[in-house]
């Protein structure tokens, strides 16, 4: 099992649409998570973290964490063209301060 | 400096030859982390500083890898008898304190090994 899964898609959105992006965790004791934005051939940015259960929201994104059942998702509303990319679920785990990253999901919003 | 700085941006090496790369963080940074990506492939962790000290250095693949920190600031990585196979994205990446902090990535080093 992967520390950090995420479906790698492509999820196809329509634009104006919600896109919503996945990602659970194996250790249980994980206290930060993260999610990142790569366009391709740029480097991650980071575009939301969240540390305690329940929902964050910026702009936009909406990030939802449940500790419980070891999931985060990110919550993209009125989908762009440019917010096509690949979504990076990180967290960071209960020992040590390792910041682990999922494979990513690649979003394709359609005009 | 205002962000994570990484050089140089591109290197191109022979296969056998060592290489160096450069991360300069984001100022006051105690925390800096090393990844690799491959072409169309996911981050690869590689070895975490806290201060000059690697708590963890797991992701170094071989003996061939080795990475240092100065003065809590600087960092190198360095890579001995490069192999083709070590072709990738080589990304730095800071956070304030490590715990709980948000990691923000410089450009990345791009390592091609002919």
């Known amino acids: 099992q992967k520390e950090v899964e995420q479906n790698s898609g492509p999820l196809s959105v329509p634009e104006g649409a919600i896109a919503s992006l996945n990602c659970t965790y194996s250790?249980?004791?994980?206290?930060?998570f993260f999610w990142y934005r790569q366009y391709s051939g740029k480097s991650p940015e980071l575009i939301m973290s969240?540390?305690?259960?329940g929902d964050k929201e910026d702009g936009r994104f909406t990030a939802q964490l449940n500790k419980a059942s070891q999931y985060v998702s990110l919550l993209i509303r009125d989908s762009q063209p440019s917010d096509s990319a690949t979504y990076l679920c990180?967290?960071?785990?209960?020992?040590?301060?390792?910041?682990?990253f999922g494979g990513g999901t690649r979003v394709l919003v359609k005009p | 400096g205002a962000g994570v700085s990484q050089s140089p941006s591109n290197k191109v090496t022979e296969k056998g030859k060592d290489v160096e790369l450069r991360c300069d963080p984001i100022?006051?940074?105690?925390?800096l982390y090393w990844y690799r990506q491959s072409l169309g492939q996911g981050l690869e962790f590689l070895i975490y500083?806290?201060?000059?000290?690697?708590?963890?250095k797991s992701g170094l693949p071989s003996d061939r890898f080795s990475a240092e920190r100065t003065g809590g600031s600087v960092s190198t990585l360095t890579i001995q008898r490069t192999q083709q196979e070590d072709s990738a994205v080589y990304l730095c990446?800071?956070?304030?304190?490590?715990?709980?902090?948000?990691?923000?990535f410089g450009q990345g080093t791009r390592l091609t090994v002919v």
């Open positions: 100022s006051g940074h105690t925390a």
């Open positions: 990180a967290v960071t785990k209960a020992a040590g301060n390792k910041l682990t």
């Open positions: 500083f806290q201060g000059n000290s690697a708590p963890d």
């Open positions: 250790d249980r004791g994980s206290q930060s």
């Open positions: 969240i540390y305690s259960n």
């Open positions: 990446a800071s956070s304030l304190t490590g715990a709980n902090t948000e990691a923000f």
